[in-house]
Structures are given as structure tokens and as C-alpha cells.
């Protein structure tokens, strides 16, 4: 058993909901769709994040900005909006600032000389223009987009893009996420997991429970250094 | 391009909402958790589907059992309910009735001479309860389980027990599900499919739109033989 204070040789973070804020969305959202805004946002992420899971295990890949057109779509339909009511919302993926916490991160691991990098579901065009447009590019070393495997997570493909970028096994490797499905994901995978847990999960999935690896280990910002036993 | 009206050669049949009423499930969960009992139900289902999907990206297989038993409490979880005061649900999905116009139409399909198969997500131990509890299995040939492959649907992997248990190529098979997910995934492997769209989904899912396939047909009981070449 490696102890738990040994440090981590990189940290790997997700992107949307984690590094970024969705919560804008909600206003974008009602903008377009007076008294919707809530439940076209809720429902635009859930059903991005359920069509890139199905895409998956039927193996019919699209890239994230098909996905979240069509999801877009579907949450219309949903609460019965015409969708063309709401083109103002087309890239609005792009524009999420950073969330709150997550630069002041950045910069902490970089003074403690760790590698850090993003590992998400978005297509390489979109993770470049989000973390630009939230000022977090130039703090990451590097950026991994599910592109290159043509898979969403929480498939393990996915993950191995990190530990391949970082030339590490994933026991060495720290992974920082929202998301309580990607939570689980990582951690099956092997990869030491914060879990950034929101007050409520924006999608529907929780962890999977008893997947055969402990539990994620629920952490704030502030604790992620000591967690990956970069500082006491 | 195969015509419309060429015959299917077998039949196969979804069963949890499909064959079998997963409607009781609302008074069950009631009569554990009172006041709480539609959310849990849709919660317990929505919990199901959403773990069977993840495991299988994960490859964290689990029989389907398990999955139903953490899928319960974690809708009770949800609610905020002690999952040790729905005990007599143990075992729920097993106690099925099954839909109206399921008996009829397999004794059609019978008097047609077409094989009938059931292709569930559900344990082999589970699919034999079920049916035979809800007076089904003795109008179907063929029964097959996931647990052969310890994969979930929408996997391929799943779809192809089907075409090799009745050899035959998937586009001459007719396929019949009330779940959204499993009609696109279903289309998306190559079967002939009806949807048997319920009022309301009670999985959040929807049809995964643009798999490139053609959507899957919407349908009801009466229709399918006529859907499928069967009849005119």
C-alpha cells in the first residue's frame, strides 16, 4: 500500500463544472427561454452528459460540440421551446469563467513545481477557447480532449490519455473533479481522486457506489495540496 | 435497401418496462417511504439505468441484482429516506405484472410462426422470475441475459446474443422496447426496431438523436406484426 501522504508526480483536472463555472448557464439560459432557465440548464448538462455516455457504449462518437448542440436541443424540446429561440446559447461552453478557487490552485501547484493538466470531454478547439476565455490556459502544462480516442469518460481510454501525457502510472497521478460519475471513473482507473463535490450534483449521476476502489475522497480547493501530499 | 414490409425473421423483446409494468413499483416504494413513493420509484429506476450504463464504461461489471439493490439506496439516499425501512422491496423487480397487450401480442407472434426471444438487461436468474412470474415465459423461445457477456445495453456486445442465439443478420431481426436508450441503441446495432414510447420516459433518457440510423419506429402492441412484415 503506497501511504496516502506520498505526493502525487502530477495533477490532472476536468474542465466543466470543475475548472470552469456552469452555473452562468442558468442565466444564458433564461435569457433565451424566460422562466426555463434552470430547467433548460439542468437539462442541456444531463443530457450532454447522457449522449456522451450512450455515444460510447454504442461506439457512435461525435465530437462534444455535436453532443452539446443536439443536448441543447433535446432540453428544449423538453420543456417544449423551440430551440431557435435559443442560437444566442451557441458556444456558450466556451465562454464559463473559471470557477472560484481554481487559478489561486493552479498557481500553488506550479510554486510546488508539480505538472498539472486538463483532461476533458471537450473537443480540443473547445478546451482551448474555454480555458483561454477563463484565463486558466497559460497555468496548465498540459491538455488532453477526448479527440484523440474518440470515447467519452468514464471510459478508461480517457484517463490513460493522462498518464500517458505525464509518462506516469496512475497511482502517481492526482485527478481533480466535480462531476461524482467522473469521481468514480478516475478512480477505478487507479488515479488518486479529489472530489470537488458540489452542494448538488448538476447531473443526475452520483458515484457508482462499491465499484471495487475506495471512495473518492471529498476535498475543497484549499485542501488538495496536503491531500496529494504535496504540503503537511 | 431492404423494404419496409420484408418480414423479420425472429422477435425480440426488452422486459423491465417493456414486457413487464414497472407502474407498481410507485405503490411499493409507497407503501415503504409514504409520500415519497413516486420519487423513489422513478429515482430507483433512473439510478438502475444510469449505474448499468456507468459499470459498463468502467468495466466494473456487477450482476444486475446488485445494481438494483445500490440503485435503491441511493434514490433513497436522494429523498433522504433510511434505506433499511424499504427491505420488502427486495426482490421488486422480480414481482412484475406484465403490460397489457404483451400476452396477446407474443401469442400473435406465436400463431405467425415467429420465434420470440428476450434479450434484458436483468440476471438470468432474474429474467426467469419475472417472466414466469408475470406469465410470460412460456410464450417466448429464447431468453437471454447480459451475464453472458457482463456488459450492459446499449453495448453492441449485448445486442449480438440476439442475432447468434436466432442466427440470424441483425437487420432481420425485429426488436421491441419502451426505453428510449434502448430503441437508439438497438437501431444503432442494426435491428428492425419499435418503440413502444410511454407517455413519459422514466429513465431521463431520451433517444440519443443522430446515431446515424434511422429513428426508431414508434409503435404500439397492435402494430408491430404489420411493422414487421408479419401481417397487412
Known amino acids: 500500500m503506497r501511504p496516502p501522504t506520498e505526493p502525487v508526480a502530477a495533477v490532472w483536472f476536468d474542465l466543466y463544472g470543475t475548472l470552469v463555472d456552469l452555473d452562468p448557464l442558468v442565466d444564458a439560459c433564461e435569457a433565451g427561454a424566460p422562466g426555463h432557465g434552470a430547467d433548460v440548464a439542468e437539462g442541456w448538462r444531463a443530457r450532454q452528459v447522457e449522449a456522451s455516455w450512450l455515444r460510447t457504449l454504442m461506439d457512435r462518437w461525435a465530437p462534444f460540440e455535436t453532443v452539446t448542440r443536439e443536448a441543447l436541443a433535446a432540453a428544449a424540446a423538453d420543456v417544449g421551446i423551440d430551440v431557435a429561440t435559443l442560437d444566442a446559447l451557441d458556444g456558450a461552453f466556451e465562454r464559463l469563467p473559471a470557477r472560484q478557487g481554481a487559478a489561486e490552485c493552479l498557481r500553488a501547484l506550479r510554486d510546488l513545481g508539480v505538472p498539472t493538466g486538463i483532461l476533458s470531454n471537450g473537443s480540443a478547439t473547445m478546451i482551448e477557447r474555454t480555458s483561454r476565455g477563463a484565463g486558466l490556459r497559460d497555468l496548465v502544462d ?12 468514464p471510459d478508461p481510454a480517457v484517463y490513460r490519455l493522462a498518464t500517458e501525457a505525464s509518462g506516469l502510472e496512475a497511482a502517481r497521478v492526482g485527478f481533480v473533479t ?40 471529498v476535498a475543497t480547493w484549499n485542501e488538495l495540496p496536503r491531500l496529494f501530499g504535496l504540503s503537511h
Open 142 to 153: 498540459e491538455v488532453r480532449s477526448v479527440d484523440a480516442v474518440r470515447r467519452y469518460k
Open 178 to 217: 466535480a462531476n461524482g460519475w467522473d469521481a468514480a471513473g478516475a478512480a477505478a482507473f487507479g488515479f488518486r481522486v479529489a472530489w470537488l463535490r458540489p452542494a448538488r450534483d448538476v447531473v443526475v449521476a452520483a458515484v457508482v457506489p462499491a465499484v471495487g476502489v475506495p471512495d473518492p475522497v
